[in-house]
């Protein structure tokens, strides 16, 4: 039976050693070329691409918004605003001058008198009481509505009603003014300047009134999204 001399290793454990001392150089580990799993090259999200160029940095895929945008009241522009409430306030100038030459005939209207001409004659005329209330006194009251309704601070309000009591109130005004013009020609046979001048604020008022309406001046946005 063979003995083992002393301070001999065994081959398993010589063996082992080497394969320590072969896995390690100056102390260092390497790496083993039968180490399995992803290199860092070809790794998902690793820092390098597998041709050995930096990988480009991945962005997160941007996410819609779904909150849905305030609905933002369509305020018309400041010419708009500006534009309909001087020619507000010139009518009711207007209507407040006429109402006092009808009920003080101390007052005389500042108007030519002739064939054609002749504000004394309209303003006397049966045709300027309509359902028992003086023309003038309507116009005073219509405009008295449309110097608050027109106003900048009133144009800035979005509730329908007051919209469409606007939008109304032009199609009524409009209405009476061609039945006073009708009256005017063919009943009266004479021309009243200062309701001249009434007239064309209405019919330019009535325009504007109904271009807003139409580009939805005065009522709110509906939501939107983003």
């Keep these: 039976m063979a003995t083992r001399k002393p301070g001999a290793t065994a081959g398993p454990a010589s063996g082992g050693a080497k394969s320590r001392d072969k896995g390690t150089r ?12 992803p290199r860092p090259g070809n ?16 962005t997160a895929a941007p996410v819609k918004a779904a909150a849905v945008v305030e609905a933002q009241p369509a305020a018309p522009p400041l010419w708009f605003q500006l534009t309909t ?20 005939t101390a007052v005389t209207l500042a108007c030519p008198a002739t064939s054609t001409i002749n504000c004394e004659k309209v303003t006397t005329s049966p045709e ?13 009251a219509f405009y008295v509505f449309l110097a608050v309704v027109n106003s900048p601070w009133a144009w800035r309000i979005t509730w329908p009603p007051l919209r469409w009591a606007r939008v109304g109130a032009m199609v009524a005004g409009i209405l009476f003014v061609l039945y006073l013009i009708y009256a005017e ?5 004479a021309i009243c300047l200062w309701c001249t001048s009434v007239h064309v604020i209405t019919f330019a008022l009535f325009v504007l009134i109904m271009f807003g309406a139409a580009a939805g001046y005065g009522a709110a946005r509906s939501p939107t999204r983003p």
């Excluded at 100056?26 to 799993?37: F, K, Q, V």
């Excluded at 790794?43 to 991945?58: D, S, T």
């Excluded at 306030?89 to 006429?98: D, F, N, P, R, V």
């Excluded at 020609?185 to 046979?189: H, N, T, V």
Aim: aromatic share 8%; charged share 10%; net charge positive.
């Design 85 to 104: 409430w001087i020619l507000s306030l010139g009518g009711l100038g207007a209507s407040i001058y006429l109402t006092i030459a009808h009920y003080n």
């Design 185 to 189: 020609l063919f009943s009266i046979g």
């Design 43 to 58: 790794r998902p999200g690793g820092g390098r691409a597998g041709n050995g160029r930096p990988a480009p940095a991945r």
């Design 128 to 140: 300027s009481i309509v359902f028992g209330i003086p023309v003038a006194v309507l116009g005073l």
């Design 26 to 37: 100056g102390g260092r580990p390497e790496a083993s070329a039968t180490t399995t799993g």
